[in-house]
C-alpha cells in the first residue's frame, strides 16, 4: 500500500474514532431510567449546595450518561477535587436509579508566593503567601501575603520594613440571575526608597545606613465588583483608599548625595481611586498552558474629585498566547504596554525590574510592592515583550506531579518621561531566564536562574 | 561607624547561588527523564496470512480483574484500541488498526451490553454478557489485525504498537467545561507582579480537569519481513 493512502487510512480512522468520542457517547442498549436520588459521599468541607450547583442533571429527570460526564468534568474543574468517580445503583423500584458521585477531596491551601532574598541595604528578607481556595467549602478564595524585611541596614533602630496583604474573593456569585464576582482586600505596608543621587548609592560604598531615603507607610483596600459577562471573561469595577505617609530621612551627611524625592507628597496624604480591570483568559491551564490567551487591561483613575490628594490615570495592558509545539513542548509569547499620567505616586508608577527577568544593575524586582534595592527609579513608561519556550519534563510524580524547564527571554523599555533616557546599566533592555517550573499539591513552584542572579548576585 | 570594604555586588551574595541552582535544575531534569513510562510487552503472534500482515494480541494486561468496579458503573465505559505498525525507530505509523468498545452495565437487568465498532462492522456490533470475565475474555481478545501487505514491510525492522484508552475525553468535551474562575493572586494588585523565589504562579483554582482517563501503551519487540511466520 502506498504510504500516501495509508496516511489517509491512518487520519480517517483516527478522526472517525475522535470524531465518535467527541460527539455524544452511543448507549448500547436502550434504556430509560429515571434519577430518583443524587447522593454525594465523600464531602469533608465542601458544601453539597455547592457542589449541586454545578451539576447538569437533577432528580426526576432520565438518565443521561453525557450530562453526568460533562457534571464530572465540571467538578473536576473546580479544582476542590482530586477525584470525581461516578456510578449508578438501583433505585427503590424498577426503573428508578440513584446516581452517586464520589468524591476525593484536594487540599485547596496553597502556597501562593514563598519569597527569600538578600541586598545590601536589606542583608536578609522574606515572605510567606497562603491562599485558601475553597474558603468555608463554599468555593470562596481568602489568601494572605506576608513579607517582612525587619530594620534596614546599619540602622537596628528603625522601624521594620514589611508588606501585608489580605484578600477575600467570591469568584461565582450568583445575584438577581447575574453571574457576578466580588472581592475584598487589604493592604499595610512600611518601605524605604533610597533619595540618593547615584541609582547604587556608590559613594556610601555599601554602608547604607549612611545614605538618604524616602520612608512611607501605606494602609488601605480595594472594595471590588465585577460581572462575568462570559465564561472566560471577567469586568470588574473597583474603589480603593490608601492612607500614605512619607517622610524624608537625610544621609549621614545632608545634603550630600541626595537626588531627588520619588514621586510622593510629603507627610500624610491620601489616595483615592476608581479601577476598571477587564481580564479575559482562555487558557487550556495555568502551570502550563499549549493553548489560549490572557489579555488583561487595568485602568485606574486618581483624583481630588474622589477626596483623594493624587491625580493622575494608570492603564496597564497585559497580553499572553500560548501554543502547542511538537514532542509535546510549547511556546508562551508575552507582552505588555502601560502608561502613567499626572501626579501618581511612585508606587503607582511602573518599577521595570518587576516587568525583566532579571535586571542589571542594582535594581530588584520588588515583592510585595518592597523595594528592597538602592534603585529607586519609577518610570511613566513601559513596554515588554517576551517569549519563553517549555519543555515538559514529567507529568506523574507523587509529590512534583508535573514538571517543565522553562527557557525565556524579555525585551524592556521603560522612560520616565517619553522619549527620556536611562542609565547605561538599566537602559540594556534583555533579560533571560532558565527555570524549572514545579506542580505540586501544594502551589507551583518556580525556581528560577534569573531570580538568583537578581537575588544573589 | 564601620565601612564594608566589599562591593555592592558582593553584598548582595556569592556567585555560587546561580551555580547552586543550576546544578538543582540540571540533578531535577536528569531525575525526570528517569520518570517516563516505558511501555510494556503485550503477549502476540505476528504472522503472514497470504500476503497480509496479521497479528493476534492478548490484551488482557490491559483489562486487570480490578476493573469491573468501574465497568459495572452503571453509565457508559468507552474503551479505545488502536494497533499501528511503525518502524523501530519511528513514530510515524504504516497502518493502523482502530477499534471502540462502549460498555454499559445495566444495574437492574445486571448485564453488560456491549457496542463494538471496527473495520469489519463501522456501525457497530452489539454483544451482550452476564458475567465479567466473559465480558473480560471479550475484549482481551485482538485476534488477527489485519496491518496490511507484507510488502510494505521491505527490509526494514518493524513494531507492533497498542494504544488501549479508557473513557477518553475528546478535547471538545473539556472545552465546554472550562470556566475562568480562577481568583486572583493576593500578592499582584492591578497586574502588577511580585517576585517570588519559589511560588509564584497562585490563581490556582483553575485547573485543567483531570477526567482521570486510564491509557496503557504496549510495544512489541522489533521484528522483520523475514521473521514473520508464514500461515
Known sequence: MPAPALAAMVVALLASAQGDAANEPS??????YVI?????DGLMRTRTSEVRRHLSTAEGELLDDKSVLLSRLRLLQLGWFSRVETRVEKGSERGLVVLVFDFTERNTLIVSDLVIGSTGPQPLYGGLGLSEGNFLGRG????????????????????????LRGAFFAPDVTFAGLPLVFGLSALGLRGEEFTCSDPECRPFRGHYGDAPRLRYDR?????TVGLRPGPFERLLAGYRLERVSATSIPGATPGVDTGPLPSIRAGSSLLSALT?????????????PTDGTRLALNIVFGSQALGGDYEYSRYLLQLESDHALPHGHALKLLGAAGAVQGDAPFFERFYPADFAYFSLGPALGRALELNFSTDARYDAYLAMLGAEYGVPLWSSGRFFHRGYLAIGARWLFSAARARAGRTPASRTPFSGDLALRLDTPVGSFNVSMGYALDNFL | MTLRPQSFRRARGGARAPLLVAAALGALAASAAFSHDVPRTLPSTVEARGARLAVTLDLAPAFPPGLQKQLSNGLTNVIAVHVTLVPERAQE???????????LYDVWEETFGVTVKDPASPRGRQRTFRRFDELRAFLADASAIDLGPISELGGGSWVVQTRIELNPVSRELLERTREFIANPSAAGRSGAPSRSVLGAMASYLLKGADPGADVHVFRSPPFTAREVAAR
Not at chain 1, 448507549?27 to 430509560?32: D, E, G
Not at chain 1, 494572605?144 to 520594613?161: F, I, K, N, Q, S
Open chain 1, 27 to 32: 448507549s448500547p442498549v436502550t434504556r430509560r
Open chain 1, 36 to 40: 430518583e436520588r443524587i447522593q454525594l
Open chain 1, 140 to 163: 470562596l478564595s481568602l489568601s494572605g501575603t506576608l513579607v517582612y524585611g525587619g530594620p534596614p541596614a546599619d540602622r537596628p533602630l528603625d522601624p521594620a520594613r514589611f508588606a
Open chain 1, 219 to 223: 494602609i488601605g483596600g480595594e472594595l
Open chain 1, 276 to 288: 476598571a480591570t477587564y481580564d479575559r483568559d482562555t487558557r487550556n491551564e495555568l502551570f502550563f
Open chain 2, 93 to 103: 505509523p504504516a497502518a493502523l488498526y482502530g477499534r471502540e468498545v462502549d460498555v
